[in-house]
């Protein structure tokens, strides 16, 4: 169990900034995961990654409210999104054991360059919207893309909300704003079906999950501030400001292993 001060500290820190970062344009958990198993190394993976579930699905549950608020989210198309990735988000957990991670960390690290070439080349991607009808044929467009993102966000996570983003913008033309609350609601169904693996398994450390909810939540509702008032021209920015990062990240990762 953490028991430095030091350490409680940083993680409520760490807990705050990946709230705020996965508020607006998702990709939270690469901030606050690598400083969860920093502080937990006595503990399995599955411990820590329970824990953070619990923490990123607080702060999910207090974004999409205040998104809610602004943001006329289209639910005939997002509820079947939401439901793919919470039934596929469980196989995705089941399946951890059987899929090598390094083969996974590849096709992420080639995806995340080409979102980023194709955000930078495209001025305009995800900056005006279009009304999106909830017909048969969009529907069964979110239901993949929930359940391709839903899997991976079981299976693997970082950089799902990301994901997300991406694919509502380039798949139904969301402007970034659109697109950043409508991903928080699809994690929530992935997150959710997580928890119902983690928790009954007992791989959640209570306290410290407590702990970095509260943060992560304060840093949900910073970044959602900073996204309503600044718009989608900002979270572009902060996109492929993101992006970036979780490039070099994986990248040094990578070489490093």
Request: with cysteine.
């Amino acid at each position: 169990m953490v028991t430095s001060v030091t350490d409680m500290i940083a993680l409520g820190v760490f807990a705050f900034c990946g709230g705020l970062i996965d508020a607006a344009v998702g990709g939270g958990g690469l901030i606050l995961l690598p400083a969860l198993m920093h502080a937990l190394p006595e503990y399995a993976l599955s411990m820590v990654f329970g824990t953070n579930k619990v923490a990123v699905w607080t702060a999910a549950i207090s974004s999409i409210g205040t998104y809610l608020k602004r943001v006329n989210l289209v639910w005939r198309v997002l509820l079947p999104t939401a439901l793919s990735a919470f039934v596929f988000a469980y196989f995705g957990a089941m399946s951890v054991a059987s899929i090598p991670k390094e083969s996974m960390q590849i096709v992420v690290f080639v995806l995340l360059i080409a979102m980023a070439v194709y955000t930078f080349h495209k001025k305009d991607l995800g900056l005006s919207h279009t009304k999106v009808e909830g017909s048969v044929r969009n529907m069964a467009k979110g239901v993949v893309f929930g359940g391709l993102i839903g899997f991976y966000d079981g299976l693997f996570g970082p950089g799902s909300g990301s994901f997300l983003i991406f694919l509502f913008i380039r798949g139904f033309g969301f402007d970034f704003l659109n697109a950043s609350a409508s991903a928080k609601l699809v994690n929530l169904g992935a997150f959710t079906a997580a928890l119902l693996f983690f928790i009954p398994s007992g791989n959640v450390l209570w306290k410290v999950s407590a702990l970095i909810a509260v943060c992560n939540v304060l840093g949900a509702f910073a970044g959602v501030y900073l996204a309503l008032r600044l718009g989608s021209r900002f979270i572009r920015v902060l996109f492929l400001v993101l992006l970036l990062f979780l490039i070099s990240r994986m990248g040094f990762t990578m070489l490093v292993v």
